[in-house]
């Protein structure tokens, strides 16, 4: 099991209204590990946080980047292509 990352956090917020919340992000404090693309365009998945209390800042909201990638299963694991060595007898 791998250990679990430290969490990105790139901004937070306040929430306005039951379904609006308002919020700024820190786009250069995201890892490009992070990122992708798609149609030429630049994404990045993040985990948004309703707090239970606002924090000294009146902040209630907390917004950090969604690191998880999938563990490699033992099938992945087994259809990874073998190494091309030229020393097989076939």
């Known amino acids: 099991m791998s250990e679990k990352q430290k969490k ?3 901004g937070n917020g306040v929430k306005r209204a ?14 490009k590990e992070h990122t992708f693309e ?27 980047v969604d690191t998880w990638k999938p563990e490699p299963t033992a099938q992945a694991k087994a259809a990874a292509p073998l190494d091309d060595d030229d020393d097989l007898p076939f």
């Open 8 to 10: 990105i956090y790139i």
């Open 38 to 64: 798609y149609q030429g365009k630049t994404y990045v998945k993040v985990d948004i946080n309703v707090k239970d209390e606002a924090d000294q800042y009146g902040k209630d909201v907390s917004i950090s």
């Open 18 to 31: 039951e379904d609006w919340l308002k919020s700024s992000l820190c786009l250069t404090d995201i890892p």
